[in-house]
């Protein structure tokens, strides 16, 4: 059996004092040169932190949690990688739990994720409420992402001024009438973009016209097609970007098939798979980024005795093929 390595171990072979090398495991400042040399050793011989250790001394664990509703939607990823990179940076590791947009499962997560002791969690898209949130009478700082609440410090985007601007776009590129695609049961963030949309229809005397399918469910494209002869569609604003590429797809293939003309789509969140499918998807870029590095300011300027803040995001539009004329002239 492999022998531990100790810090007796390490200074042996960085040639650097055991108290140097402590201080550094502490986190305690130590010369970038020094850093280095043993960070090598660690490397080498194979070094293995007590985080346990660390944790008693100084009351801090370095470990912080994060809630997504899911791993489908590239939105939630992108907040992952963001969230982690970060972390990494500041030398703490992230713990991540899915909630199946469940508020039930998402408090079972919150308390698994409590038992590590964690500096913080964050929670994306959360279905809990203020009330919720209270009762638990949690100390861990709670900060939310894609949801406002009263009782926890909470980064936005501002979703219903980017489905005005969304629905304002499209509007300019047809001459007939623009829906709202969503589900039946919809988050808050999608609630908002939906009214943004109903908020330039009702300002400029424009149809309201939504279809919804039901969440869990595949989209019935038969009844889709149906719809959008029936009222003369000719753009479509879908929840986001995941539903407005699969939109995109089937229009794609009704279009070639010659049974509907070319419809103008559009979504939300920007997703890489946005800027790949043909024609290129026009889309509302929330500056996701932006979002958890505010996330993370307010964590690292975090203040109990502070009321707790709603930052709002600005997000941008951003207009490819999907949504114009793209045909000559």
Excluded: W
Excluded at 140 to 159: W, Y
Excluded at 166 to 183: I, Y
Excluded at 242 to 248: F, K, M, Q, S
Excluded at 291 to 318: G, H, R, W
């Amino acid at each position: 059996m492999k022998n531990k390595v100790t810090i007796i171990d390490l200074a042996n072979k960085s040639l650097i004092s055991k108290s140097t090398i402590s201080r550094y495991l502490q986190g305690k400042n130590v010369s970038a040169k020094k850093q280095v040399e043993i960070e090598k050793a660690i490397i080498e011989l194979g070094y293995i932190r007590n985080n346990f250790a660390s944790f008693l001394r100084t009351n801090k664990s370095n470990i912080l949690g994060v809630l997504v509703p899911d791993l489908d939607n590239p939105f939630f990823i992108k907040i992952i990688k963001r969230l982690e990179e970060i972390s990494q940076n500041l030398g703490k590791t992230l713990i991540i739990k899915t909630t199946k947009s469940n508020d039930s499962i998402e408090l079972e997560a919150i308390d698994f994720i409590r038992g590590f002791l964690v500096d913080a969690i964050f929670l994306c898209r959360s279905e809990l409420t203020d009330e919720t949130l209270q009762s638990l009478n949690i100390d861990t700082p709670l900060i939310s992402l894609d949801k406002k609440f009263k009782t926890i410090n909470s980064v936005v985007s501002n979703n219903k001024m980017s489905g005005y601007k969304l629905t304002k776009h499209l509007f300019q590129n047809v001459s007939e009438n623009v829906m709202f695609f969503s589900r039946i049961k919809e988050s808050a963030s999608v609630i908002e973009r939906t009214d943004g949309y109903k908020k330039y229809c009702t300002e400029n005397s424009k149809s309201i016209l939504e279809y919804k399918y039901i969440k869990g469910k595949d989209i019935d494209y038969d009844n889709l097609l149906k719809y959008i002869k029936e009222n003369n569609i000719e753009g479509i604003i879908s929840r986001n970007d995941n539903d407005a590429v699969r939109i995109l797809a089937f229009l794609n293939e009704m279009t070639y098939k010659g049974l509907i003309y070319r419809l103008k789509v559009c979504g939300f969140d920007n997703i890489s798979l946005s800027k790949r499918i043909i024609p290129k998807l026009t889309t509302i870029d929330q500056k996701i980024e932006d979002m958890c590095d505010t996330a993370f300011d307010i964590l690292m300027n975090y203040d109990e005795s502070e009321d707790p803040k709603v930052y709002i995001q600005q997000s941008e539009l951003i207009i490819r093929e999907s949504s114009i004329n793209t045909e000559p002239k």
